[in-house]
C-alpha cells in the first residue's frame, strides 16, 4: 500500500522501521508542511524560464502499479480520463480491478494524458505501459459557441 503525503513538504522523521506493522491512522512520518528541500530554489530557478515559456516536459509512461504482493495482472475497470484530458498531480486516471482488490493509479505529475496504451476490460500486468502525460501540458480550452438570438 502506498502512504501519500496528505501536503506538499519535507518529511523531517520516519516513525517506524521497514517490516514494522502498523495500524489504520497510525503515523508513519512527520511532515514539515510547505517546506522545501535544499536543493529546490536551484531547481525552481532553472524550471522557471520554461515554465514562463509554456515549455512542458518529455512524456512521461504511467505503468500499472504493484498491487500487492500476489497480484500479477489486473483488469481494466475503468479509464477516468480521455486523451486530451488535464490530469492533476496524484488525480486517479484509471481504475484497475483483481479478485482481491480495486487499485487506482494516478498521475506522477500534473499535465495533459496525450494517450492509453489500453482499453476498459483488457488484462493487465504489473509493469506494462498504460497511459503516456505530458507533464506541465494544459488541455485545450472548448471551442466557445456563439449564442443566437
Do not use: C, H, W
Not at 530554489?41 to 505503468?63: E, N, R, T, Y
Request: net charge negative; aromatic share 0%; no cysteine.
Amino acid at each position: 500500500i502506498d502512504v501519500r503525503a496528505p501536503v506538499a513538504g519535507i518529511v523531517n522523521k520516519i516513525l517506524v522501521k521497514v517490516g514494522d506493522t502498523v495500524n489504520v491512522g497510525q503515523g508513519v512520518a512527520t511532515l514539515e508542511e510547505g517546506a522545501a528541500a535544499k536543493s529546490a530554489p536551484a531547481a525552481a530557478a532553472a524550471a522557471a524560464p520554461a515554465a514562463a515559456a509554456g515549455a512542458s516536459s518529455a512524456p512521461v509512461s504511467i505503468a500499472v502499479p504493484s498491487m500487492g504482493d500476489s497480484i500479477t495482472e489486473g483488469s481494466i475497470a475503468a479509464l477516468l480520463k480521455l486523451p486530451g484530458d488535464s490530469a492533476a498531480q496524484d488525480e486517479t486516471i484509471a481504475q484497475i480491478e483483481t479478485d482481491k482488490v480495486t487499485i487506482d493509479v494516478r498521475a506522477p505529475v500534473a499535465g495533459v494524458v496525450q494517450g492509453f496504451k489500453v482499453k476498459e476490460g483488457d488484462t493487465v500486468t504489473v509493469g506494462q505501459e498504460l497511459a503516456i502525460l505530458i507533464p506541465g501540458a494544459v488541455a485545450a480550452a472548448a471551442p466557445a459557441v456563439a449564442a443566437t438570438a
